[in-house]
């Protein structure tokens, strides 16, 4: 066999194995660049890949690397994917995430600032609560997606996508620079924390014997600073990408590596890598930016009309408002869906077929769930087929496979209201 | 494991894989023919081993007593795929020129393509490979066998690698 095909994107139209001349497994990475780049990319990607304090810490344990978005991380350990995500469902997994970019906002006009790049409403933000998001650009396409928490600190706290750190960054320092010319008080500081991603069930409990802080008052999009496991100066907040409760800390990297160790001194806890969370994130209908939405997707036809706030669409005030605004009532050409089919899985390209095999769009992630056990996928449908329960068809290896239009998320999700 | 050894040379990356793998699967069957092994999997590893052979792609072709093939996927090959969670095989009756691609592999994060070993029919597929195709990498030698076919041109067996050359392949392309 050969290992010709593509890979769902771990963060883009990324993480992929391709095959070389001698049929040799190749994996090669890549953010939110386009295919094309990628492929450029890979060579030198392989040459000079980022490592995270963590990284000799995940060869230790058995972590095989692979190339992402410039870094070096790990797709899996010693467990098979299936037990990784698995473990997730039923315990808790620990996920290296110091790829991502962090910023602190700081500054009077932070919110101003900030509001002027993002679709949130900031201001309507309780103290230390925080929202998903979307930088938009002035075609009205998504740059990128992000969590942004309104600190009671005196900085808003950022999290954006690693494949497009450097498309956000000099996106932030170019409006930094018209806010300072135009007297605004605001500045950006990009941090050099680790991030660690805690996720699952007994996340809480395996925590709590940690933090002082009483974790059922920390409920879903809050966060809060903490002494986590006698580290101090670490940033909790209760979100994630898996669709399981969980939290992300924030942690300053010359002691990442002890607070995971003290972590996995818990049973409950096992490492997992990008493979794992590609398929949790895709169960809990979380989108990948690269593949799902990018920046020739608008938030209406990736039906995140919800990140953009009330006030918001009343004043227009963000990029591509005149284009995005009126889509939410004239409706889209075509719209993001959920799929489910049973047979050959389904990935990235595939193309989806109305019942009586016309083209009617394609799909942008896929793969097989391994809690349902069946193919779960996102893509773009033609509006008119963007109803669930439609009958569709996806085309894999030139033959039409019976799927269906299904709400997301298609694992019921676990986040915590308290 | 003493066995592990082998394996151990072919890459730092598969040394933590291996306890799972020996549990299950005969231990590397394809090198441990006339060398003392756990007593109980050396009578399977001969067997096994007699005729396997092996092509750059990774797949493993075994001449039965009837005169058939029995092919499946390497070792090396279901490690780096991962759990396969869907096989995709041909009807019984295709005919495969040598190096046709005749199904695929899917793994959760992965999807493969498979080549013919040999120029045949195809006379059997694996049934239990539908509900279970996890048996491909519990048991890529034995139980995860995925099609058995008629042995048109046995020539052409002399083109493929046996197990100590697909052995050193392996080696030669895991740097």
Known sequence: ?418 | MAACGLLRSVSSNFITVLPALSRSAPLCPWRRVSKPCFGRTIASSSRLSAALKFTDKHEWIRVEDDGNGTVGISNFAQEALGDVVYCGLPEVGTQLAQQDEFGALESVKAASELYSPLTGEVVEVNALLADKPGLVNKSCYKDGWLMKMTIANPAELDALMDEAAYERYIRSIED
């Open chain 1, 1 to 418: 066999m050969m290992w010709a095909r593509l890979m769902v994107g771990v963060g883009g139209p990324g993480l992929g194995l391709r095959a070389s001349r001698d049929g040799l497994l190749r994996v090669s990475g890549a953010g939110c660049p386009g295919k094309r780049q990628q492929q450029r990319q890979a060579s030198s990607a392989e040459a000079a890949l980022k490592k995270t304090p963590l990284f000799d810490f995940h060869r230790e344990h058995g972590g095989k690397m692979v190339g992402f978005a410039g870094w070096s991380m790990p797709v899996q350990y010693k467990d098979s994917h299936i037990v990784s995500h698995m473990h997730t469902r039923e315990h808790c997994s620990i996920f290296d995430v110091s790829h991502m970019l962090q910023t602190k906002v700081h500054g009077r006009d932070r919110v101003k600032f900030m509001e002027s790049l993002v679709v949130a409403d900031i201001a309507e933000l309780k103290d230390n609560q925080g929202s998903l998001s979307l930088f938009t650009n002035e075609k009205g396409g998504i740059m990128d997606d992000l969590i942004v928490t309104k600190t009671d600190q005196g900085y808003l706290y950022v999290v954006s996508n690693a494949g497009c750190a450097d498309k956000d960054s000099a996106h932030m320092k170019a409006r930094l620079a018209e806010c300072k010319a135009a007297g605004f008080d605001v500045d950006l500081e990009f941090l050099d924390e680790a991030l660690i991603a805690l996720q699952g069930p007994s996340m809480s409990q395996v925590l709590q014997q940690g933090v002082k802080e009483d974790l059922s008052k920390l409920t879903f999009m809050t966060s809060a600073l903490a002494t986590v496991f006698g580290i101090p100066g670490c940033r909790v907040t209760r979100c994630g990408y898996t669709g399981e409760d969980g939290v992300e800390i924030s942690v300053p990297q010359h002691r990442v590596v002890e607070l995971t160790e003290k972590l996995l001194q818990n049973r409950e806890v096992k490492l997992a890598g990008l493979g794992a969370r590609d398929s949790l994130r895709l169960e809990a209908g979380l989108c990948l930016y690269g593949n799902d939405i990018d920046e020739t997707t608008t938030p209406v036809e990736a039906t995140l009309v919800w990140t953009i706030g009330k006030r918001r669409r009343q004043n227009k005030d963000f990029p591509g408002a005149d284009i995005i605004v009126p889509q939410i009532k004239a409706k889209t050409a075509r719209k993001r869906v959920g799929l489910v089919s049973t047979g050959p899985p389904v990935r990235q390209h595939t193309p989806i077929l109305s019942s009586e095999g016309k083209v009617i769009g394609e799909v942008t992630s896929g793969c097989p769930s391994p809690c349902l056990k069946k193919n779960v996928a996102m893509g773009y449908v033609d509006a008119a087929f963007a109803k669930n329960g439609t009958a569709i068809q996806v085309e894999v290896r030139k033959k039409a496979c019976p799927a269906t239009v299904s709400k997301m998320p298609f694992v019921p999700t676990n986040y915590f209201s308290g």
